[in-house]
């Protein structure tokens, strides 16, 4: 009698163990959605700030159409992209050619002065930590979730539930790695 | 989260943080029962449990109590008002760019998004008030504003919400209303003593004995010493925070420097907030009152300081800064 009591004990213990470990799961992969959500409405908020600066600085800045032409498209490439890795990849490339826009903006004495373009040129910077911000908020909480999954023993739970390991935000393309840090007048 | 210096991870701070409360309490407790019971003894002449009735312990307790209670509530507000502190103007493009800072501190931390202050005084000062970090708010002063640049003030904003994410802010609270109790019962024990009381004394004195005797003496000492011995509870502990709340500030701008070069700034401001009273200072990032003590090292500086010498905090935040050099850097 006494040892299927303590059989039964064991297996009610077992079974709350899995529940618990289960809901942690969830919990963990529900930050990690939010977390790239966080970073979704900041690459939508730059992406929207784009075209105002273009516009802003487009009569000012004739002799430069081609690095504005280029900051279009890089925005347009990055408004199309799927999946962490390649958002990654091109919004990096997206953030290199405002850097050389707004290194090109330090040779334009009326344009640095202009009440409009600080004001765009704070709203961008603030962006872009707020991107590096949520990114590495992602990176942290992705990473506990990949790890949850893959120590023993939740790697047991994780797939017999069917939980996948999700991607980091971080630069795959070794050349973007390459690209030459012009002088910034922003922080980055 | 790996990090390349040793630090509680954030869920066994907040937990150490709340325990800590919850002891620093029990001692204030225990301080204000004293005084009241002192007081009843005095007055009343009893001794053991039934010679009198604890009216004063009870008062005691009532005031202390109360005092928390409505610190926790209104405090903020009051702390917030005393100071002159007016909400942050979207259309100004200065207040515009903290209150960017801010959203970016938020998103680093993940937390819910403070109200935002500035004060009108010409001091560069801050502190982060509030009973948990879904109800706090941080107040910069204008000149906090106009003498550092973007990064530093990133790093002083990190500072003011680690100190919310720690839930220093609502220990801060506790422990500032606290003392004011204690200071205040044993003003009124003193005054008491020297104006009269004990009429009753001489009935029950032969039955009170030695016991009472010891107990009057208890009671003496701790009239003299709650005041002192709170108060320097209260330092303690605050200077404990501001050196985690510098490792937390550091840890979610990755940037360390920032801050310390904020910190130099402010130490080198170094004339009083005067828009901040002293009940506050404990809540600020440097000493308002503008003593020297904050700014010198030494045991009596350690001991009294609200905030721990500056020089040792910027040691500390260029040691941090040298680890991330050498570590490789994070994927940004």
């Known amino acids: 009698m006494t040892a299927i009591y303590i059989l039964v004990g064991v297996a009610i213990l077992g079974i709350l163990w899995v529940i ?51 900051v279009i498209q890089a925005r347009n490439a ?46 961008l910077t603030s962006t872009e930590n707020k991107i590096s911000f949520a990114r590495q908020f992602y990176n942290d909480i992705a990473t506990t ?11 047991v739970i994780a797939s017999l539930f069917g939980f996948q390991p999700v991607e980091l935000f971080e630069i795959t393309n070794e050349a973007e790695r390459a690209v030459p840090t012009v002088n910034l007048s922003l922080k980055k | 989260m790996s990090l390349p210096y040793q630090t509680r991870n954030i869920y066994e701070q907040q937990a150490h943080n709340k325990r800590l409360t919850l002891v620093i309490m029990c001692v204030f407790v225990l301080f204000i029962a004293l005084l009241g019971l002192g007081f009843d003894m005095y007055l009343q002449g009893g ?40 909400p942050v103007d979207e259309t100004n493009p200065q207040h515009k760019q903290l209150l960017n800072i801010v959203d970016e501190m938020t998103i680093a931390s993940g937390l819910p998004r403070p109200a935002v202050y500035v004060i009108p005084d010409p001091d ?27 990064e530093e003030l990133q790093g002083v904003i990190a500072h003011e919400m680690s100190h919310i994410r720690n839930y220093d802010i609502r220990l801060m609270t506790v422990i500032a209303a606290l003392v004011g109790a204690v200071l205040l019962l044993s003003d009124w024990a003193r005054r008491m003593m020297m104006y009269g009381g004990g009429k009753k004394r001489d009935r029950n004195s032969k039955e009170a004995g030695q016991l009472g005797l010891i107990l009057l003496i208890v009671w003496l000492v701790s009239i003299i010493l709650a005041p002192i011995v709170s108060q320097l509870l209260a330092m303690a502990v605050s200077r404990k925070r501001e050196y985690l709340a510098d490792a937390s500030a550091a840890e979610l701008t990755r940037n360390p420097l920032g801050l310390a070069s904020a910190l130099r700034k402010i130490e080198n401001a170094a004339a009083p907030t005067a828009s901040i009273k002293r009940g506050a200072a404990h809540l600020c990032i440097a000493d308002p009152l503008g003593k020297k003590v904050n700014t010198k090292e030494g045991f009596v500086a350690e001991l009294f300081g609200t905030h721990p010498p500056i020089e040792k905090r910027i040691m500390a935040l260029q040691a941090m800064a040298y680890q991330f050099q050498r570590q490789p850097e994070p994927t940004h």
């Open chain 1, 145 to 155: 979730f990949n790890t949850a999954q893959q120590v023993f023993p939740g790697n």
């Open chain 1, 20 to 70: 618990a470990k289960y809901n942690s799961l969830v919990t963990l992969r529900n930050q990690t959605i939010n977390g790239w959500k966080q970073i979704d409405v900041q690459l939508k908020r730059r992406h929207d700030l784009i075209p105002n600066l273009v516009n802003t600085v487009k009569g000012m800045m004739e002799f430069e159409q081609d690095t504005l032409e280029k």
């Open chain 2, 124 to 150: 560069p000062n801050a502190f982060a008030t509030g009973k948990n970090p879904q109800e706090s708010s941080i107040a910069v002063t204008q000149g906090l504003l106009d003498s550092l640049n973007r």
């Open chain 1, 78 to 123: 990055a408004i199309s992209a799927r999946g962490v890795a390649d958002a990654a990849a091109k919004e990096d490339m997206l953030t290199s050619a405002l850097t050389k826009l707004f290194a090109l903006v330090e040779n334009y004495p009326n344009l640095k002065s202009n009440e409009n373009v600080k004001q765009l040129q704070e709203e």
């Open chain 2, 47 to 86: 001794v053991l449990p039934g010679q009198f009735l604890p009216v004063g312990t009870a008062a005691a307790l009532a005031v202390g109590f109360g005092s928390s209670f409505w610190s926790l509530q209104r405090g903020a507000k009051a702390v917030l008002a005393s100071a002159g502190a007016v």
